[in-house]
């Protein structure tokens, strides 16, 4: 009897919800940690995820070198995303939540552009309205009012998604050339720990051990959303599903409700009806073209 095994499509979609509910937690974690250095956050938060993915790798002895060719976009994906950290915690730091979570947001857009420019991937008129729309729900969601915002911060956060999504690009490169997913996430976080360090010896300030908790719980998050996403773009391109990384706004809003009492209007009711259709519809787009259809094992 044959056998059937979920499509990379599939398995796309699966692991970047995951990867958005993992990043939720991570950015509760993150706010509850109180006022420490973006920078001391950062370290912490990519601390644990050195030893989870030393884990991995030493479990399926996967080896740690890379693939000929691959460091140049071993080092791009980590610069990159070391920096689309920093400039995200600075900027939840500096602004309001949702305002900094909206911009974080930019980040599938900058994927889909820079996917277009160095992967040569297409985008159809279907799956860039779907995007649109789903960016436009995200906005009923967050409801940013950037008069009330200083530009530097908010240009910083801005930066920080246009970095991660350049560092996604590069997961996405890696993948097509065969690089092992553990080993992304782990090369990442030894060169962002490395690279916060100096930082951290020179600006260290003293935490609690409620403070160190979150921490720990923001650099877990962080790992199961590093795996996950990783693993996302790895198997498919990113004008299929970067889509429903959107969900991050509705288990962000989840959380919201049950730490913060932060009960949804009806703008926020309009987005999340907005973002689910079109999850829904960008699913059933992709089956008729066969991208989900399952494969015979």
């Known amino acids: 009897m044959n056998k059937t095994r979920l499509s990379a499509g599939s398995l796309a979609i699966i692991y970047i919800i995951l990867s958005a509910f993992c990043f939720a937690f991570m950015n509760l974690f993150v706010r509850l940690s109180g006022d420490l250095p973006p920078m001391q956050k950062s370290f912490f938060r990519n601390l644990v995820a050195v030893f989870f ?7 399926n002895k996967s080896g740690f070198r890379w693939k000929k060719g691959n460091l140049p976009y071993l080092i791009l994906r980590s610069a990159l995303g070391t920096l689309g950290i920093v400039c995200n915690f600075y900027a939840i730091s500096n602004i309001p939540l949702a305002d900094a979570s909206i911009l974080n947001k930019m980040s599938p857009f900058f994927v889909i552009i820079f996917s277009i420019v160095f992967l040569h991937e297409k985008l159809s008129l279907f799956q860039a309205t ?48 065969g690089e092992n997913g553990p080993f992304i996430v782990f090369f990442f976080s030894v060169f962002s720990c ?25 650099g877990l998050s ?29 288990f962000a809003t989840t959380l919201g409700i049950i730490f913060f009492g932060e009960l949804p209007d009806i703008y926020s009711i309009i987005g999340y009806s907005i973002i689910i259709s079109m999850a829904v519809l960008m699913f059933f787009y992709n089956n008729k073209r066969g991208i989900f259809a399952p494969q015979k094992k």
């Open 222 to 250: 962080a790992a199961g959303g590093q795996f996950s996403i990783t693993s996302a773009y790895y198997h498919a391109p990113a004008r299929e599903i970067s889509v429903y990384d959107y969900s991050q706004i509705i």
């Open 130 to 177: 779907a995007v649109t729309a789903a960016f436009i729900g995200a906005m009923f969601v967050v409801k940013p009012s950037f008069s009330n915002i200083e530009m530097i911060p908010s240009a910083i956060g801005l930066f920080g998604g246009m970095c991660a999504g350049f560092a996604y690009t590069m997961v996405r490169i890696l993948g097509k050339r």
């Open 194 to 218: 490395l690279s916060m360090l100096p930082f951290l010896i020179f600006d260290f300030h003293p935490m609690s051990l409620f403070q160190l908790f979150m921490l720990i719980g923001a």
């Open 53 to 59: 993915a030393l884990i991995v790798l030493l479990k």
